[in-house]
């Protein structure tokens, strides 16, 4: 089955009153779909200013306005499923986006030794 990541980009900040049903919302979403079998990967990140932004120009702190809070890998028939899959997500009231991309398959690896 084709996989999509879906990227989690805040838009507003959470207020300390909402942050935890913000935080219980996003767990029982993501284990929802660990249990229909939809889920391959999840990763939550820390915030931005844990992080950093490397490139030919040097070491800068990432912008806020580039900072992810999580990516997660699901599996789903094509692009709208994805995108389903994504505006099920209830904490896009919360100030969320989520950018659904497909991923490019890739050959098999080797088991490890």
């Keep these: 089955m084709p996989e999509f990541v879906l990227i989690f980009r805040p838009t ?3 207020s300390a009153a909402e942050l935890p049903k913000r935080n219980a919302t ?7 779909r660990h249990e229909e079998g939809t889920l391959r990967l999840a990763c939550p ?3 931005a200013g844990a992080g950093t932004v490397v490139s030919d120009a ?3 702190p990432i ?7 999580a990516v997660l890998v699901v599996d789903a ?8 899959i994504a505006k099920s997500y209830p904490n ?3 100030g969320s986006e989520i950018e659904v991309r497909p991923v490019r398959p ?3 690896r080797p088991p490890p030794p």
């Design 106 to 108: 890739t050959a098999p």
């Design 26 to 32: 996003a767990r029982d979403w993501v284990l929802a």
């Design 63 to 69: 912008p806020p306005d580039r900072a992810i809070a």
């Design 45 to 47: 990140l820390e915030d």
């Design 12 to 14: 507003r900040s959470t």
């Design 92 to 94: 896009l009231a919360f």
């Design 77 to 84: 028939a094509d692009l709208d499923r994805a995108v389903a």
């Design 58 to 60: 040097g070491v800068s």
